[in-house]
C-alpha cells in the first residue's frame, strides 16, 4: 500500500522549472511535518527543505534562493517550487511524511529530476 506519492518530476533543461507535488494517504494518522529531499547520483540524501502544519518552514543552507515549498492541509499535501534549475540538481527527490510525536515517518518512492540540454 503505497502511503506516500511524489509526481511532476521529469527531463527540463538548464534554466527551466518544474513543480513537484507530494501527497500523503489520509490513512496515515497523526500528520506532522512533511519535507522534500534529493538524492544525486553517487550521493548521500540530502535535505531540501521542511514545511509543518501550520505553515513554517526550514530549508536547507543554499536551497531557498531556488527552491519553495508549500503545503495544502486539506489534501496533505505538499508541493516543491524549482526554479533556475541546474545540471547539478539531477537528483530523485523523494517526500518524508513525520507523524506528530515521534510516532514514525513515512518515505515515498521518489520522482526523478534530470536537468540537461
Known amino acids: 500500500q503505497v502511503q506516500v506519492t511524489e509526481s511532476g518530476g521529469g527531463l527540463v533543461q538548464p534554466g527551466g522549472s518544474l513543480r513537484l507535488s507530494c501527497e500523503a494517504s489520509?490513512?496515515?494518522?497523526?500528520?506532522?511535518?512533511m519535507g522534500w529531499y534529493r538524492q544525486a547520483p553517487g550521493k548521500e540524501r540530502e535535505l531540501i527543505a521542511t514545511i509543518n502544519s501550520v505553515g513554517t518552514t526550514v530549508y536547507e543552507i543554499g536551497m531557498k534562493d531556488r527552491f519553495t515549498i508549500s503545503r495544502d492541509n486539506a489534501k496533505n499535501t505538499i508541493y516543491l517550487q524549482m526554479t533556475n534549475l541546474k545540471p547539478e540538481d539531477t537528483a530523485v527527490y523523494y517526500c518524508?511524511?513525520?507523524?506528530?510525536?515521534?510516532?514514525?515517518?513515512?518515505w515515498g518512492r521518489g520522482t526523478q529530476v534530470t536537468v540537461s540540454s
Open positions: 518524508k511524511v513525520d507523524q506528530r510525536h515521534a510516532l514514525g515517518s513515512f
Open positions: 489520509s490513512s496515515i494518522p497523526h500528520i506532522g511535518a
